[in-house]
C-alpha cells in the first residue's frame, strides 16, 4: 500500500492521496505521516475498531502522527 496516501487525523480514515478533506468525517486534517495499515469490515465486531472508536467499515491507519 502506498504511503503517499492520506489519513484523516481525526477518524484514522485512509483517504486518496488526493484528497482534500477525509471521505468520511469531512475532515480537512489530513497528513501523509502514519503506520499500519487495517480494513475493517465489521466494526461491531472488531476489538481494534472499538479501540480506534470507529464504527464504519474501511481502510483506517492503526497510528497517525
Ligand atoms: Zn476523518
Redesign the pocket.
Known amino acids: 500500500m502506498a504511503s503517499n496516501r492520506l489519513v ?1 487525523r ?2 484514522h ?1 485512509v483517504n486518496d492521496a488526493d484528497a482534500e478533506t ?1 471521505a ?2 469531512a ?1 480537512s486534517s489530513l497528513t501523509e505521516d502514519w503506520a499500519g495499515y487495517v480494513v475493517i469490515a465489521h466494526p461491531e465486531e472488531s476489538d481494534i475498531a472499538a479501540e480506534m472508536e470507529v464504527t464504519k467499515p474501511g481502510q483506517y491507519a492503526l497510528k497517525v502522527r
Open positions: 484523516c481525526e477518524c480514515l477525509c468520511s468525517c475532515s
